[in-house]
């Protein structure tokens, strides 16, 4: 089992609105470099929701200068949608306008879910270090965000998005290894990073999503964190707000114990990192 869940490549979480329960919705894109040449973002709706009904589109302007989707909020023009049992998916179009933070968001049971993927551009100047398209951390603790360089000769320039307002003058912001204290770490704040002097037409930045849990990965129930989370198998991950087990695709129930299936040919080249999503 620990297979499949490195053969996963994206699920970037938020649970909204949720007491005791959720919809049961994982995002992931098997393109997560591929706007520009060919990009898509998939939904894998799980018992009992695998018929709830699906909005997709951008939480908010991402907001960069010279950028093709500074002002976007929604798929970009041309995208197409399939349906395969209880996969949704969204092509995404080759156009460089497939770059971005994208949502899938369900509503059912008078709950609503909201789940997230990225999509980087094959021109992307910079990638975050290993791939991690978010950072997991704790209330209360400093972060240190890391991209590499791709192809590029360029320095690197960190602008944060959060609610799509940008945020200048950041410290450290010309640096590969970005460093924040703990009070300027938001939850769902988009940190992106850009080539100085060089146009954005290409869409070229790379993106970093911050995650700040409430409790350690074991516990639930801030501030206090003083209830355990129940074991969460096959890959699911304990929602630190409600105690609830988030599961991966393919999987469902309190624990994640229950198999839905899912062919090889559903998850096969997708990559999921477990980012342990939390209530907005």
């Keep these: 089992m620990e297979d499949f869940v ?67 909020t929604t798929l970009p023009d041309g995208s197409t949608q399939s349906v395969n049992g209880q996969t949704v998916t969204q092509d995404l ?6 770059t971005g933070l994208f949502y899938c968001e369900g509503s059912n049971r008078g709950l609503t879910t909201r789940v997230y993927s990225i999509v980087h551009s094959i021109r992307r100047k910079f990638e975050p270090t290993d791939g991690q398209v978010t950072r997991t951390i704790m209330t209360g603790d400093d972060v240190t965000l890391s991209v590499v360089k791709v192809n590029s000769d360029s320095s690197p320039f960190w602008r944060r998005t959060r609610n799509g307002i940008i945020g200048l003058n950041l410290t450290n912001q010309y640096q590969l290894d970005f460093v924040m204290s703990s009070a300027d770490a938001v939850h769902g704040d988009l940190y992106t990073v850009i080539g100085i002097g060089v146009t954005l037409m290409d869409n070229h930045f790379s993106m970093i999503r911050l995650i700040v849990r409430g409790c ?65």
Aim: charged content about 15%.
């Design 216 to 280: 350690v990965p074991s516990k639930w129930g801030p501030p206090n964190c003083e209830d355990v989370c129940d074991m969460c198998y096959n890959g699911g991950v304990c929602n630190d707000e409600t105690g609830d087990c988030i599961c991966p695709p393919g999987f469902s129930g309190p624990n994640c114990l229950t198999d839905l299936h899912a062919t090889a040919a559903n998850i096969r080249g997708l990559h999921v990192l477990d980012d342990s999503p939390r209530a907005g």
């Design 93 to 98: 179009t080759s156009s460089n306008d497939a």
């Design 6 to 72: 490195r053969c996963l490549l994206i699920i970037l979480s938020l649970i909204l609105n949720v007491t005791g329960d959720m919809v049961h919705l994982t995002m992931v894109t098997p393109t997560p470099y591929g706007a520009g040449s060919s990009a898509s973002i998939s939904c894998f709706r799980s018992s009992p929701d695998a018929g709830v009904a699906l909005s997709f589109g951008r939480p908010f302007q991402i907001g960069l200068p010279g950028s093709t989707v500074q002002t976007s």
